[in-house]
C-alpha cells in the first residue's frame, strides 16, 4: 500500500515522526508536510506565489519533503506535482483534538479533504494537545478498526480523535462548537486571536465532543460535499 502523510503542525512536529514512524509498518510512506505551523488553514491552497518544496532527511525509509505552504496544498503536490497516486492519505497526529464545528478550521482535516476531492481516502488524526501518549496508545487499534470493518467503503474520509484514556472506541457525529475564539488588541494597530473551550458534556455518546471528553476514541465519517440535500429536494422542482 502507498501511503501518503501530511499535517498541519509542520514537517518538525513530533505528531509526524510518530505517524510516518508507525505507518512504515502498513506501506511504503511519502511524506509532504508544510515547512511551518499551519494550523486553522482548512482547506486552503496557496496559488498567487512560486512555492519552495524542498526534500529532507526525516526518517530512514521514508521519502519527505518540506512545503512552503498549507496542508491542502502538500496533497495537491504529491499527486499533481510529482504526478503519482496514493492508496490511502493520513494526517496529523495534530496536537489539539479537532471535534465538532471546529471541525471545518481544521488543516488537519482540510488535506483530507483535498484528498478525497482527488479520489483517494484518508484519515485524519488528532490527539491530546499535551502528550502523544495516546495516539500511541491507540493509534494501531483505531486504524485496525476502520480496516478490519471495511470503513473505507462506507465513508473516503474519517476523522479520528485519540484521547488518553480508556481508548473504547465509537463511531460519532459531530457535535457543536468546540472552542470560542476572540481578538484581543495589542496596540498599535495590531490584534491577535485567542479563545478558550467552551463545549461542555451534553452526555450524548452519539457525539465526537462528548465522546472524546469520556476518554472515547472517536471516529467520525466525514463528506467534504456542500449541497444542503434537504432544500435541494424540497425546492428543485420550482423552476419546472
Known amino acids: 500500500m502507498r501511503i501518503l502523510i501530511t499535517n498541519d503542525d509542520g514537517i518538525n512536529a513530533p505528531g509526524i515522526a510518530l505517524l510516518a514512524e508507525w505507518a512504515r509498518t502498513k506501506g511504503?510512506?511519502?511524506v509532504v508536510a508544510p515547512k511551518v505551523e499551519q494550523s486553522g488553514k482548512s482547506h486552503a491552497?496557496?496559488?498567487?506565489?512560486?512555492?519552495?518544496?524542498?526534500?529532507?532527511d526525516l526518517m530512514e525509509g521514508v521519502r519527505a519533503y518540506s512545503m512552503d505552504s498549507t496542508p491542502a496544498d502538500c496533497i495537491r503536490f504529491a499527486v499533481l506535482g510529482m504526478n503519482e497516486r496514493?492508496?490511502?492519505?493520513?494526517?496529523?497526529?495534530?496536537?489539539?483534538?479537532?471535534?465538532?464545528?471546529?471541525?471545518?478550521?481544521?488543516?488537519?482535516?482540510?488535506?483530507?479533504?483535498?484528498?478525497?476531492?482527488?479520489?483517494?481516502?484518508?484519515?485524519?488524526?488528532?490527539?491530546d494537545p499535551t502528550t502523544l501518549d495516546g495516539a500511541r496508545a491507540h493509534l494501531d487499534r483505531a486504524y485496525n478498526f476502520i480496516m478490519d470493518n471495511n470503513l473505507?467503503?462506507?465513508?473516503?474520509?474519517?476523522n479520528v480523535n485519540l484521547p488518553n484514556d480508556?481508548?473504547?472506541?465509537?463511531?460519532?457525529?459531530?457535535?457543536?462548537?468546540?472552542?470560542?475564539?476572540?481578538?484581543?488588541?495589542?496596540?498599535?494597530?495590531?490584534?491577535?486571536?485567542?479563545?478558550?473551550?467552551v463545549s461542555e458534556n451534553?452526555?450524548?455518546?452519539?457525539?465526537?465532543?462528548?465522546?472524546?471528553?469520556?476518554?472515547?476514541?472517536?471516529?467520525?465519517?466525514?463528506?467534504?460535499?456542500?449541497t444542503n440535500f434537504t432544500a435541494y429536494d424540497k425546492i428543485k422542482n420550482i423552476c419546472k
Request: charged content about 25%; cysteine-free.
Open 28 to 30: 511504503e510512506v511519502t
Open 45 to 56: 491552497i496557496d496559488f498567487t506565489r512560486p512555492i519552495e518544496i524542498k526534500k529532507v
Open 86 to 127: 496514493y492508496d490511502l492519505i493520513l494526517s496529523g497526529i495534530n496536537r489539539g483534538f479537532n471535534l465538532g464545528k471546529d471541525i471545518v478550521y481544521s488543516g488537519t482535516a482540510g488535506a483530507i479533504f483535498e484528498g478525497g476531492r482527488l479520489g483517494i481516502p484518508g484519515i485524519a488524526f488528532s490527539t
Open 152 to 158: 473505507l467503503e462506507e465513508s473516503m474520509l474519517y
Open 166 to 197: 480508556h481508548g473504547k472506541i465509537r463511531i460519532t457525529k459531530q457535535g457543536g462548537i468546540y472552542f470560542h475564539d476572540e481578538f484581543r488588541y495589542l496596540g498599535d494597530d495590531i490584534w491577535e486571536q485567542t479563545g478558550y473551550i
Open 202 to 226: 451534553e452526555g450524548d455518546s452519539e457525539l465526537d465532543t462528548d465522546s472524546v471528553r469520556d476518554g472515547f476514541v472517536s471516529i467520525t465519517p466525514l463528506n467534504s460535499g456542500r
